[in-house]
């Protein structure tokens, strides 16, 4: 289906809890989050429910995401249902990647085609001080069982942080040589509540460049981030800058929360429930959202942080 301003929704981010096992300084406060209660957030049923209205709009790419979506206790079953639902092409996970040794394997099985996996750091000092609560270690296990159960084309996500990894650029550039995978240097969004980082914090993807002048630039594949390889390697750099270039021109999505609130726009305070609706009633939300979505998110920096009311774990990213 087409918004109002005749952009195709083909792709829907569906965050499958707000709970994580970390606590990422720029996305959750240190003590976590309330735990909502079981009613307040979407069923199985209405997750599944949701994705096929959606499918029958027109959405066929999928991205499960959280909070940690791996907590989540029926996410298997959750992400096979999702895989079956005809129109659905493309099933796709972000997470931190700590508990992939154990789930990589059933969620091959299960159908997800693809992994975004989030790493930030490869000091260990620096993951356990950026988490609050990780192990570096378990993360890059983590990956490592993604490739060994064949999962392909995966994504390391790296939000750039002045002071904190800018002095890492090429060493986690150098994991594209080490594995057949595309690292995205993503900048860091000033969401709702500041988290622990200032606008002095914030550096923009161009960094990126002038820290490796090598890298040759590539083809855009239709996402969000701009490419590029470094000579040799098995996988490309992404950059995705959401402050310094918005892409909202381009924008396909729309988001469901964990407590089943349709987004129309990542930074917009406007949302649309489906929680307990049945197929017809979820239609309608689904239909209003995609109509209600805004030509762009508005001035954005970090001194006008977003509208959007919540933090990236209750949204999904
Ligand atoms: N827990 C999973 C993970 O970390 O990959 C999935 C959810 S997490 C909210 C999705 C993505 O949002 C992660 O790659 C994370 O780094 C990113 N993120 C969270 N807060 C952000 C912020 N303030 N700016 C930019 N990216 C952010
Ligand atoms: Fe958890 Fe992902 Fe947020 Fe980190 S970025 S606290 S792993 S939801």
């Given at each position: 289906?087409r918004?109002?301003?005749?952009?195709?929704?083909?792709?829907?981010?569906?965050?499958?809890?707000?709970?994580?096992?970390?606590?990422?300084?720029?996305?959750?406060?240190?003590e976590g989050?309330?735990?909502?209660?079981?009613?307040?957030?979407l069923?199985e049923?209405?997750?599944?429910?949701?994705?096929?209205?959606?499918?029958?709009?027109?959405i066929?790419?999928?991205?499960?995401?959280?909070?940690?979506?791996?907590?989540?206790?029926?996410?298997?079953?959750?992400?096979?249902k999702?895989?079956?639902?005809?129109?659905?092409?493309?099933?796709?996970l972000?997470?931190?990647?700590?508990l992939?040794?154990?789930l990589?394997?059933?969620?091959?099985?299960?159908?997800?085609?693809?992994?975004n996996?989030?790493?930030?750091?490869?000091?260990?000092?620096?993951?356990?001080?950026?988490?609050?609560l990780?192990?570096?270690?378990?993360?890059?296990?983590?990956i490592?069982?993604?490739?060994?159960v064949?999962?392909?084309?995966?994504?390391?996500?790296?939000?750039l942080?002045g002071?904190?990894?800018?002095?890492?650029?090429?060493?986690?550039?150098?994991?594209?040589?080490?594995?057949?995978?595309?690292?995205?240097?993503?900048?860091?969004?000033?969401?709702?509540?500041?988290?622990?980082?200032?606008a002095?914090?914030?550096?923009?993807?161009?960094?990126?460049?002038?820290k490796?002048?090598?890298?040759?630039?590539?083809?855009?594949?239709?996402?969000?981030?701009?490419?590029?390889?470094?000579?040799?390697?098995?996988?490309?750099?992404?950059?995705?800058?959401?402050?310094?270039?918005?892409?909202?021109?381009?924008?396909?999505?729309?988001?469901?929360?964990?407590?089943?609130k349709?987004?129309?726009?990542?930074h917009g305070?406007?949302?649309?429930?489906?929680?307990?609706?049945?197929?017809?009633?979820?239609?309608?939300?689904?239909?209003?959202?995609?109509?209600?979505?805004p030509?762009?998110?508005?001035?954005?920096?970090?001194?006008?942080?977003?509208?959007?009311?919540?933090n990236m774990?209750?949204?999904?990213?």
């Amino acid at each position: 289906m087409r918004d109002s301003y005749g952009r195709e929704i083909t792709y829907l981010r569906v965050s499958v809890t707000e709970l994580c096992n970390l606590r990422c300084r720029y996305c959750m406060p240190a003590e976590g989050i309330c735990k909502r209660e079981h009613e307040e957030m979407l069923s199985e049923e209405e997750i599944v429910l949701a994705i096929e209205t959606a499918a029958s709009l027109g959405i066929t790419k999928l991205r499960i995401t959280g909070g940690e979506p791996l907590v989540k206790k029926n996410i298997v079953s959750i992400c096979e249902k999702a895989a079956k639902v005809p129109g659905i092409r493309e099933l796709c996970l972000t997470t931190n990647g700590t508990l992939l040794p154990q789930l990589a394997g059933p969620l091959k099985k299960a159908g997800v085609d693809r992994l975004n996996i989030s790493l930030d750091t490869l000091d260990r000092e620096k993951y356990r001080y950026i988490t609050r609560l990780g192990e570096l270690d378990q993360a890059i296990a983590g990956i490592e069982a993604a490739l060994s159960v064949g999962f392909e084309r995966i994504k390391l996500n790296a939000v750039l942080i002045g002071g904190f990894n800018d002095d890492e650029i090429p060493r986690l550039a150098e994991l594209t040589r080490t594995w057949p995978v595309d690292l995205r240097f993503i900048e860091m969004m000033p969401m709702y509540d500041g988290g622990d980082f200032s606008a002095g914090s914030f550096i923009p993807c161009d960094t990126v460049l002038q820290k490796l002048p090598g890298l040759v630039e590539e083809p855009r594949d239709g996402g969000v981030a701009r490419l590029y390889r470094l000579p040799g390697a098995q996988g490309r750099i992404g950059l995705i800058s959401p402050l310094s270039s918005h892409f909202c021109g381009e924008c396909n999505r729309i988001r469901l929360t964990a407590d089943g609130k349709l987004k129309p726009c990542l930074h917009g305070r406007e949302e649309f429930s489906v929680k307990g609706l049945d197929a017809e009633g979820m239609r309608e939300q689904f239909v209003k959202a995609i109509l209600s979505k805004p030509a762009w998110h508005g001035e954005l920096s970090y001194t006008q942080r977003s509208r959007s009311g919540r933090n990236m774990n209750r949204i999904g990213g």
